[in-house]
């Protein structure tokens, strides 16, 4: 799509320079009040309920939400956008119920550092590295997605666009890291919210309301669109019957309704709340938020098909864009259009700012083990520029936005979920089960994405089902070995523990001072009164 020949082309792009003028503001003041490592990665333990939901889910809610959901439910329905925003809703609700509340009350800086607690400096380093790839490529999609804006609004090239917003994030992260962040995601949240209950409203007028939305609905490669499930007979789930078809169905659930669990920008901006009550709810919050505004993204994709019903598949990556255009008046498209951009770069900076805390919290120990705080300061910032010319390169050699941003969390499903969820609820989990946990997660991923590819045993080849098409191969081959992968990664968990546990006895879990906590309370069951009124740490932490 090109926005050059837009006559308001100029209004989106006021728009966007204002939003962008106010993200450099307040990235700026936030760097006058940022002054330890725990200031700018954390803010200082200090958000309320509400901006911690908020921030959540403006995080979360990114690139492949907004953009890439209508695009894919235009191909494919509901089925196409399990992933996200269902499994992504589902991530976050889980999280709160079961490892938020922990987390918490352990006052980690990272979520690594429940790893190194939990199962040593051996599976630390692992952790950390698979946290860095997931960040990567996370950060990759949504830099491909701001380029793609950039070129339809001023015709530049989609690889400068990518470079011109990666730098424009990397600056004020730099500045003013989890505090600029939070504060930015909390007002940006109205505008992309706001922006797409509008467009949604008005393309729900064009199709006739919502009989006309469910009425002779289609999609251009599935016959029943609002169904999430496989449909009965030659459909299946996104083209593949039988068992392979569940195990496709299984990993749109998990890659991100698992995945995310174990991951640094969700534990990172729970650990930020005021106290455990606040974590929890404030995750609760960004569910409730993140399905009810995702959903609709996907459902504009459904009734934009029966609109318009002869777009090309590689035309649609726009479609929520030419909805805005066509249904909103224009000012209000320069508005959401502008904030658009701004959760593109909500996201990107979240995900830079995780992967630097790793780097910092983490890694750096290993070679500089006595490290002062403003060293520890310094050293998360040099790391936020460097993640961010890293993902700029990967977004260059990658074009797609859904696909790449689904694949970071299958790097987490397979290797981490496991450790962490056994290490949070199971006593006897150890280091040698975690890491062969990971190892042989992971290798059996890499392992079944080329038999699923080739069709090696009998499976049915995805090359072959894609007609020869590399790219949908390798992302359906990608997703499909996911499944398999994932339950040998809890198999290996389970069994490697109960061979190892006189050799390498299990250790407790600890805080950040090396405390012991308990295996109790750590359910997501806490009075909402003290979420709002609690003071910072109580009484949620005192009770326990």
Avoid at 502 to 507: E, T, V
Wanted: charged residues 10%.
């Amino acid at each position: 799509m090109d926005l050059a020949g837009y006559q308001y082309t100029w209004l989106i792009i006021l728009g966007i320079a204002i939003f962008f003028a106010v993200r450099l503001g307040v990235g700026y003041w936030a760097s006058r009040r940022v002054s330890s490592a725990a200031d700018y990665i954390v803010a200082g333990r200090s958000l309320p309920v509400y901006i911690a939901g908020a921030s959540i889910m403006a995080t979360w809610f990114a690139a492949e939400t907004l953009m890439g959901a209508s695009s894919i439910a235009y191909q494919y329905g509901l089925q196409g956008v399990v992933f996200d925003p269902f499994g992504a809703a589902f991530c976050l609700f889980l999280s709160g119920f079961l490892f938020i509340r922990l987390m918490r009350r352990a006052r980690y800086l990272t979520l690594v550092d429940f790893f190194e607690r939990r199962y040593g400096k051996t599976m630390t380093m692992l952790c950390s590295i698979a946290q860095l790839l997931t960040y990567f490529a996370w950060t990759g999609a949504q830099i491909v997605a701001g380029g793609n804006i950039i070129h339809a609004l001023l015709g530049w090239p989609v690889e400068v666009g990518m470079i011109a917003v990666a730098v424009f994030v990397t600056t004020y992260t730099t500045m003013g890291g989890m505090l600029a962040d939070t504060l930015l995601d909390f007002m940006q949240m109205f505008f992309t919210a706001g922006g797409i209950t509008l467009i949604f409203l008005g393309v729900l007028k064009a199709v006739g309301g919502w009989s006309g939305m469910t009425t002779d609905a289609g999609s251009l490669y599935v016959s029943n669109p609002f169904t999430l499930m496989p449909i009965a007979g030659d459909e299946g789930y996104l083209g593949y019957t039988g068992w392979v078809g569940w195990f496709y169905w299984l990993a749109a659930w998990m890659a991100v309704g698992l995945g995310s669990v174990p991951a640094q920008d969700l534990m990172q901006r729970s650990m930020s709340a005021r106290n455990e009550a606040t974590s929890v709810h404030g995750t609760y919050l960004a569910g409730i938020l993140y399905l009810v505004f995702g959903v609709m993204s996907p459902l504009i994709g459904i009734m934009m098909f029966k609109l318009y019903p002869n777009i090309a598949p590689e035309q649609t990556e726009f479609l929520l864009v030419s909805a805005a255009i066509q249904h909103l008046h224009p000012v209000l498209t320069a508005i959401f259009i502008a904030a658009l951009a701004a959760a593109l770069m909500s996201t990107s900076d979240s995900s830079i700012l995780a992967g630097a805390s790793v780097v910092t919290e983490n890694m750096l120990p290993f070679f500089r083990p006595h490290t002062s705080e403003e060293s520890r300061l310094r050293w998360t910032r040099i790391m936020v520029v460097v993640i961010g010319a890293i993902s700029i390169a990967l977004a260059l050699m990658a074009g797609t936005i859904y696909k790449l941003a689904m694949v970071a969390w299958s790097l987490l499903l397979v290797g981490l979920f496991a450790p962490f969820a056994l290490g949070m609820y199971w006593k006897k989990a150890n280091r040698s089960g975690a890491i062969a946990s990971f190892l042989g997660g992971f290798l059996a991923w890499v392992i079944l994405v080329f038999v699923f590819f080739n069709g090696i045993g009998g499976v049915e080849s995805t090359y072959a089902i894609c007609e020869q098409d590399f790219e949908c191969g390798f992302w359906d081959a990608v997703y499909i070995g996911s499944t398999p992968a994932f339950i040998i990664s809890v198999v290996l968990m389970i069994a490697v523990s109960l061979a190892t546990q006189k050799s390498d006895p299990p250790l407790p879990i600890t805080d950040v001072d090396g405390n012991p906590m308990p295996f109790k309370d750590r359910l997501g069951i806490l009075p909402l009164r003290d979420a709002l009124w609690a003071k910072d740490d109580e009484p949620a932490e005192a009770s326990t």
